[in-house]
């Protein structure tokens, strides 16, 4: 089983919609992140959460520390969010990433 | 701010042969990872270096090596290249590992072909 499971792998979804990414983890994490890739291979991080939520943009992440989950939202999706996201975590000690395999989202106009 | 850069963007060579990859991590920061992603599957960890030292190694042969300067920037070399090693390598730095709190900024990658 891996470490870090995301849900769902794949997802389509109308421009405007609301969009949820789901992520689980089996270890103790001292933060999470939620990464983008685009075609291309570049990653930009999109948030580092150790507890709580956070918010940039249309983007929200949540994260629950007892439950080991995490949630990525976006609000009003648009074509431009097309992309992979993936959600990593950084275990206690270790200063690497265990990685989910990515939910690979598209937005239709 | 200079972010993360990696060379050579694009990397191609023979079966049997070595690559060396380059990695300059942003200003400031001492550690430096390397991660694999090859065609189809989610990235993989490969190796962290901090303050020079090697901190942990992912679970690759050890023709995968590297290296990290006393200007903090990183080598990573691959020796009698396969064809399995084809992929996107990414090169990601951070300021103070162990408090957890601070960012990750990945570079935009070199990708080896091996023919």
């Known amino acids: 089983k891996n470490e870090v499971e995301q849900s769902p792998q794949n997802l389509t979804a109308q421009e405007g919609e609301f969009i949820t990414i789901n992520c689980s983890y089996s270890?103790?994490?001292?933060?999470l992140h939620w990464l983008q890739q685009h075609p291309g291979g570049g990653i930009v991080s999109l948030f580092m959460?150790?507890?709580g939520k956070k918010k940039h943009g249309r983007l929200i992440a949540t994260i629950n520390i007892q439950e080991k989950h995490s949630s990525l939202h976006i609000t009003a999706s648009h074509p431009r969010d097309s992309a992979v996201y993936i959600c990593a975590v950084r275990r206690g000690s270790q200063g690497n990433l265990i990685f989910g395999k990515g939910t690979k989202l598209s937005v239709k106009p | 701010e200079a972010g993360v850069t990696q060379s050579p963007t694009h990397l191609i060579k023979t079966r049997g042969q070595q690559a060396t990859l380059r990695c300059s991590p942003i200003?400031?920061?001492?550690?430096v990872y390397w991660y694999q992603q090859a065609l189809g599957l989610g990235l993989q960890f490969l190796l962290w270096y901090d303050e020079g030292e090697e901190r942990n190694r992912g679970n690759f042969p050890p023709r995968f090596s590297g290296r990290q300067f006393p200007n903090y920037s990183s080598e990573l070399n691959v020796n009698a290249l396969e064809l399995e090693d084809s992929a996107l390598y990414l090169c990601?730095?951070?300021?103070?590992?162990?408090?957890?709190?601070?960012?990750?900024?990945f570079g935009s990658g070199t990708r080896l072909t091996v023919v």
């Open positions: 270890v103790g994490i001292s933060a």
């Open positions: 959460l150790s507890s």
């Open positions: 990601a730095s951070s300021l103070v590992w162990a408090r957890g709190r601070d960012g990750y900024t």
């Open positions: 200003s400031g920061h001492t550690s």
